[in-house]
């Protein structure tokens, strides 16, 4: 089946520095999302990104849809991006818009 | 524009009793999705339900699981008889349309469910 696989599993930042959150999918999607699990469990859209870049303030990113990829920029971290960011596709089968989670990358922002 | 509501938002149930978790799409949405993510564990997709109808089960448990969504109120999540291993959150998720170039699934708080 196919696999969603993120990377660094794990990252810890001080505050102010930029990073770069990666997603590597094996087949072709539909759909793409970016979603940050704050310390309290809720789950914050970031970005709904089936190809291209977008950009949200501080945070952007961009899929390459044909290389199988998606990367998450964050820039000037902050101690609120604290959380585990996840990655979640939509198989390009699927015709139920389902999605496929990484088991994403946990980032500690030091102040 | 209200986000998606989950309730209750914790829920405690001793083993074999029965839980119930709702979920009310955001305005304008007519499907909905649950996941649930269980400790040290990714989030994993369970079942999609539009008005009247579950699409697709593929990610159910075989047994003491269900879900609905009926024409009027919020889908229901139901677990009977529950066991230590169903504590986990459960997410549910809506969207306006699923075939098409628009299909962004937006996420409700979760019910944190403890099985004593």
């Known amino acids: 089946g196919i696999q969603v696989e993120q990377s660094p599993p794990d990252l810890i930042l001080q505050e102010g520095a930029n990073s770069t959150l990666r997603c590597n999918f094996s087949d072709s999607v539909n759909n793409l999302q970016w979603f940050h699990q704050n310390p309290w469990g809720q789950l914050i859209n970031l970005f709904y990104i089936p190809s291209g870049t977008k950009q949200n303030g501080r945070l952007s990113a961009t899929t390459v849809a044909t290389e199988r990829y998606s990367l998450l920029y964050i820039s000037s971290s902050q101690t609120t991006d604290s959380g585990v960011y996840f990655c979640?596709?939509?198989?390009?089968?699927?015709?139920?818009?389902?999605?496929?989670f990484g088991q994403g990358t946990t980032l500690q922002v030091k102040p | 524009n209200a986000g998606v509501m989950q309730n209750p938002r914790h829920l405690v149930r001793r083993r074999g009793q029965e839980a119930r978790l709702r979920c009310s799409p955001m305005k304008g949405h007519s499907h909905v999705y649950w996941y649930r993510q269980l400790p040290e564990e990714g989030l994993k997709f369970m079942v999609y339900?539009?008005?009247?109808?579950?699409?697709?089960e593929s990610g159910m448990p075989k047994e003491r699981f269900s879900a609905e969504f009926p024409k009027e109120g919020p889908s229901i999540l139901r677990i009977q008889q529950v066991v230590r291993g169903d504590s986990a959150a459960y997410f549910c998720?809506?969207?306006?349309?699923?075939?098409?170039?628009?299909?962004?699934?937006?996420f409700g708080p979760g019910t944190r469910l403890t099985v004593l």
């Open positions: 998720a809506s969207s306006p349309v699923v075939a098409g170039s628009y299909n962004e699934q937006f």
């Open positions: 979640a596709v939509e198989l390009g089968s699927s015709n139920t818009g389902k999605l496929i």
């Open positions: 339900l539009q008005k009247e109808n579950i699409i697709d």
